[in-house]
């Protein structure tokens, strides 16, 4: 006989299956280090929460019309160990993209997020990506995700644990000013690029992933209460939120600014195109909203990053109306030119003062070390977009060199490991990087290799491309069939 609610046994086993991995992972202690002896528990939870069906592969470069579709490639999770903690060096390392795949993913759960239109044939998507079976795994593997990805930044930064207001001050306001006269290397690196408006068009992915729904991480820090203090708070968001009105809520100015380039204003539809690093800036703002005991390193970033956003974005629409011409309309820009500097100061005397008055000293150093963890971040982020885009305009000079190579190879003067692989007519390999330089020869058929947004780099059978370390590339067959090799070169440079 059929049950009354087929779905309920699913349910309670699922219970009963994360009771059973809790009691395994926090077996003695809740304690962090519990979760690392149990590494391999966790890293069971993480192929687990891959295999949702909206996490697969999917077979288009843009993901159209719906937020709850974002590949993890988790074919790939089985060979990496989260437990361990990531460096500075090795920051932009695969498992850092794989892991804020995963974070955004788990924090975005808290987000209303619905498809611009055709709701009915997303429903099934919708209730599976609020399910609390996505939501119970997500939390289960978050904590061991954040320590991989931002374990290093503890350790590379050294923040004095004496602080009074007065140097706060000194100390906050003299980066301000260092920041308002300094350029936008990314702003710079796209104006100067052989194709710029491409090179504007990865830039507006990368922010999109956060514009689009922008100030939410924020909306977490005006639930509660904390006094006078979360009012402050309200104002910057409400501000950000357009005071209610859609048209000027800064997301819906970002929608425009998206449509107006030709892009679609859609949130992660072009989920493929992030980079690791600017994933780990949106998610930076979530890791310390998502968690209130960093309460105080959220409201230093958020001092920090509305009183240089202003800047930064006066910088932004100079390189907009160069790219897109004079007549562009960089309202979204020059909305945050005007506002961002009066959000800083607002962040500064209506909530790091009164806080430091009401909560004490000891907080400051909360405070700085979150600026300091942003601001490496973003540099970080920085170099990582200028490599991309180095690399999406220059593949083409690594063909020699990589016919070289592969020239030794064959003549066995040179040995790699490698790895064979056959595919079909235009199947799609859904964008990754790599921790070490591969060589991709191509055997037989012909394959794009995504360098960057409607970038190609076309191979055809017996030709060769050197894909430079942590650069995110894809690929697409473009015969029959395709039969390639790729040999894991270490440093091509070495
Ligand atoms: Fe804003
Ligand atoms: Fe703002």
């Not at 994360?18 to 590494?39: C, G, H, M, R």
């Not at 437990?83 to 993913?105: E, V």
């Not at 020059?334 to 500064?348: K, L, N, P, S, V």
Request: glycine letters at 4%; proline letters at 3%; hydrophobic letters at 40%.
């Amino acid at each position: 006989m059929k049950a009354a609610h087929p779905e309920l046994p699913v349910k309670k086993s699922l219970a009963q299956d994360l009771i059973n991995d809790a009691n395994a992972i926090f077996s003695k202690t809740t304690q962090y280090p519990v979760l690392q002896e149990n590494a391999v528990e966790v890293n069971r939870l993480i192929q687990r929460y891959a295999v949702n069906p909206l996490f697969q592969d999917v077979q288009e470069w843009v993901i159209r019309n719906n937020p709850y579709r974002r590949p993890l490639r988790p074919q790939d999770l089985k060979s990496i160990n989260f437990n361990l903690t990531l460096k500075k060096h090795s920051a932009l390392n695969y498992s850092a993209l794989a892991a804020h795949r995963m974070l955004l993913n788990v924090y975005e759960n808290d987000l209303v997020l619905l498809p611009k239109e055709d709701f009915a044939s997303k429903k099934s998507d919708f209730e599976l990506f609020y399910s609390n079976e996505n939501k119970l795994l997500g939390e289960f593997i978050r904590p061991t995700l954040e320590s991989h990805v931002y374990g290093f930044l503890s350790s590379e930064i050294n923040v004095p644990s004496q602080w009074s207001v007065d140097n706060l001050k000194a100390y906050v306001w003299e980066l301000v000013a260092q920041h308002n006269q300094s350029e936008s290397v990314v702003a710079d690196a796209i104006v100067a690029s052989a194709n710029p408006r491409q090179a504007a068009f990865l830039f507006l992915m990368q922010v999109s992933s956060d514009f689009l729904s922008e100030s939410s991480p924020a909306a977490r820090i005006v639930l509660g209460s904390y006094g006078s203090m979360l009012s402050e708070m309200f104002k910057i968001l409400v501000d950000e939120y357009g005071y209610g009105v859609y048209k000027t809520k800064h997301s819906t100015l970002f929608e425009e600014t998206m449509v107006n380039c030709g892009l679609l204003p859609e949130v992660h539809a072009y989920w493929q195109f992030y980079l690791s690093s600017w994933l780990a800036l949106i998610n930076y703002f979530h890791y310390l909203s998502r968690d209130h005991s960093k309460l105080f390193k959220f409201i230093g970033i958020l001092f920090y990053s509305e009183a240089t956003l202003g800047h930064t974005c006066r910088l932004w629409s100079r390189m907009m109306s160069s790219v897109f011409g004079s007549d562009f309309d960089t309202i979204y820009f020059d909305e945050h030119t005007h506002i961002d500097a009066y959000h800083g100061r607002m962040a500064f005397d209506n909530l790091l003062l009164p806080a430091i008055a009401k909560y004490g000293q000891g907080i400051i150093e909360d405070i700085v070390r979150g600026i300091e963890e942003y601001r490496l971040l973003l540099e970080i982020s920085d170099n990582d977009f200028i490599e991309q885009l180095n690399w999406s305009e220059q593949a083409d000079k690594y063909k020699p060199l990589a016919q070289s190579i592969y020239h030794k190879i064959c003549n066995q003067e040179l040995q790699f490991p490698k790895q064979t692989f056959a595919k079909s007519a235009q199947e799609l390999s859904v964008t990754r990087t790599y921790d070490e330089d591969q060589l991709l020869v191509v055997e037989s058929g012909a394959l794009d290799i995504l360098t960057g947004y409607n970038q190609f780099f076309n191979l055809q059978a017996k030709e060769a491309v050197i894909i430079p370390r942590n650069r995110l590339n894809g690929s697409i067959v473009k015969s029959e069939e395709c039969t390639y090799q790729i040999y894991s070169l270490g440093d091509y440079k070495a």
